[in-house]
């Protein structure tokens, strides 16, 4: 089955730094990546997702990139604000039949003001 | 609309029990799986139920079973619980018109549950 990996496991950066945070999955028919930030004691939301067809895709100051060839995707977040401390999930699903999505094991982001 | 819904929230039980916990999609959505969240072994799906039909199966023991019902709400059932089953139980609803992507996957609050 599908596996996805996720580092770094925690992030620190100031208010106003990028936040880097990178993804490989291990099945090639994967197709879909969504992004969710879950904050402490909340349920995840999606915050931005891309399929197969795409390279990159940007909302504000959320973008994620996906390289179908190396199996790796990110996120990337510019100019960060305390409200962006939250741990983040990438996943993967092959978008088949079916909502099943395999998640990586998240990123603690902690942004310093 | 009102968002997804779990109860209960919490639940304490003790190992060798068994436990049932609700999910109430958003309404009009027809799908519904279920993940379990721990510290250890992060987001694993569970099983995803459509049209009272499971759809799809993660790797977990028979011991983990869920059901849907003709309104769409959804219950999952753990047998004999083990201190491992410790976890956030979080259920997912989505329309499932198309492919994921076409539509979100909005999560519910999740049902805390601790097993003694």
């Known amino acids: 089955g599908e596996n996805v990996e996720q580092h770094p496991s925690t992030l620190s950066v100031q208010e106003g730094d990028s936040a880097v945070i990178k993804c490989t999955y291990s099945?090639?028919?994967?197709?879909?990546f969504p992004w969710y930030k879950q904050e402490l004691g909340k349920r995840p939301q999606l915050i931005i997702d891309?399929?197969?067809?795409?390279g990159e895709k940007k909302d504000q100051r959320i973008a994620v990139t996906l390289n179908k060839t190396a199996k790796h995707f990110s996120l990337h977040i510019t100019e960060t604000q305390p409200e962006d401390s939250a741990v983040y999930f990438c996943?993967?699903?092959?978008?088949?039949?079916?909502?099943?999505?395999?998640f990586g094991g998240g990123t603690r982001v902690l942004v310093k003001p | 609309k009102a968002g997804v819904t779990q109860t209960p929230r919490y639940l304490i039980k003790t190992r060798g029990q068994q436990v049932t916990l609700s999910c109430s999609p958003i309404?009009?959505?027809?799908?519904v799986s279920w993940y379990q969240q721990t510290p250890g072994q992060g987001l694993q799906f569970l099983f995803e139920?459509?049209?009272?039909?499971?759809?799809n199966k993660g790797n977990f023991p028979g011991r983990f079973s869920g059901r849907q019902f003709s309104n769409s709400r959804s219950e999952m059932n753990v047998s004999t619980l083990e201190l491992g089953d410790s976890a956030l139980y979080l259920c997912?609803?989505?329309?499932?018109?198309?492919?994921?992507?076409?539509?979100?996957?909005?999560f519910g609050p999740g049902t805390r549950l601790t097993v003694t």
């Open positions: 891309i399929r197969s067809n795409v």
């Open positions: 997912a609803s989505s329309p499932s018109q198309g492919r994921l992507g076409d539509y979100e996957q909005y």
């Open positions: 139920y459509f049209s009272e039909t499971q759809r």
């Open positions: 309404s009009g959505h027809r799908s």
């Open positions: 099945d090639s028919a994967s197709n879909y």
């Open positions: 996943a993967a699903s092959q978008g088949a039949a079916g909502n099943k999505l395999t």
